[in-house]
């Protein structure tokens, strides 16, 4: 769908509005939805697929995955929270997962980003430098 400039304009403003102190609001997505769906305004399909675009990219973005090889202790996971919200920011969505593949170390997740300390992907890096 070719999405006109207008649109996305329309669809980026309408996704600054749902931000409350850099969160989006679930809240006021709805509210804005229903608005915007009982007005139609010209364009309004592409403006809301250009929207809908942007929440989705948000929410990958302050998803967070950890893996770890055995389940860890509260305080390690404490202490891994506060370090992706003081890189990430606030508001970040963090769930923690065992893989036995991972042998040891973590791997993180975050949106796009994924920050591997973990053995297997070390001996992996070494396999492809030989």
């Known amino acids: ?18 931000r409350v102190n850099g969160v989006l609001d679930e ?3 709805r509210q804005v939805l229903v608005e915007v769906v009982a007005r139609k305004p010209r364009g309004y399909v592409a403006t809301l697929h250009h929207f809908h675009r942007l929440v989705k990219l948000e ?7 950890v893996e770890s090889a055995t389940e860890l202790a509260p305080a390690i996971q404490e202490s ?4 992706l919200a003081s890189r990430h920011g606030a508001g970040l969505n963090l769930s923690f997962k065992t893989s036995p ?3 040891g170390g973590l791997k993180v997740r975050v949106g796009s980003d994924i920050y591997d300390g973990t053995v297997a992907g070390r001996l992996a890096a070494l396999e492809s430098s030989l």
């Open 80 to 83: 891994v929270r506060n370090q």
């Open 101 to 103: 593949a991972v042998i």
């Open 59 to 65: 929410l990958a973005r302050r998803t967070a995955l």
């Open 27 to 29: 809240g006021k997505i």
């Open 1 to 18: 769908m070719k999405i006109s400039k207008q649109s996305r304009r329309d669809g980026k403003t309408l996704f600054n509005v749902c």
